[in-house]
């Protein structure tokens, strides 16, 4: 028996439920990070869809579905008082992408939220970078992969798994040479702060007046001491930050030690 490697016109049955576990691998990544009610939110929607699929419940009408967005706007903006930046902007796009699959019809719209999954995967190197998160996003990946080739070719999901891992196995050269060779950025994914609106308390060696327009204080240890012997009393713990001495009439400076 021949395999049909022709593009339907619609995903099927398999291809949009390798969808829906993509979207549920992708959106793991950020369980910890955005309030449950997002993650429950998204949930939700891929379990309806599914029903809607296997059981064929009932699917929300246009007007149910712009009801949901607004709701679902209200919702994030009421939680982090504004609807961007990292965190309110990832949890909005988690909750929008839920509702995306009660609507999705067509192959186009299936790849288009597959790779909107993508970028939700790798929000979630906006809050750290650690190997477990790494080897995750390697599996959401193979499986990403094999639902792409499941929406465009109706082959069995088996000979579409095995691909997806031959195509990864193919990409390991150059994600190693960019593991060596890529330069290592400390902190979060290219630095981006907690609030993308707010600086964080610290010490700089140059400060200008006027500049700080924002400062949000930081909940993360600044120092630690160890006392050899009996512990100083309070009045004594005193700590000398930097000293700025030099100025050029607009910035104050550490200088050079004389």
Known sequence: MGISTTMPPHPDRIALQWLLVTGLLACASLATELPLWVEAIFAIAVAWRFAIERFHV??????????LVALVSFAVYSEFGTILGRDPGLALLVSLLGLKLLELRSIRDAMFTLFLFYIVLVGAFLFGQTLAGALWAIGTVVVSLAALIRLQHAIPARVALRLSG?????????????????????????????????????????????????????SETALRVDFFGTIPPARELYWRGLVLWESDGKTWRRGTPS
Do not use: C, H, N, Q
């Open 58 to 67: 009932y699917r929300p009408g246009r007007f149910v579905r712009y009801a």
């Open 166 to 218: 031959e195509l990864l196995l193919k990409a390991m050269p150059l994600l190693v040479i960019l593991y060596v060779f890529f330069p290592r950025l400390g902190g979060t994914l290219w630095g981006v702060p907690t609030d993308a609106y707010s600086g964080l308390t610290g010490m700089s060696d140059e400060m200008r007046p006027g500049s700080i327009r924002s400062v949000t204080e930081s």
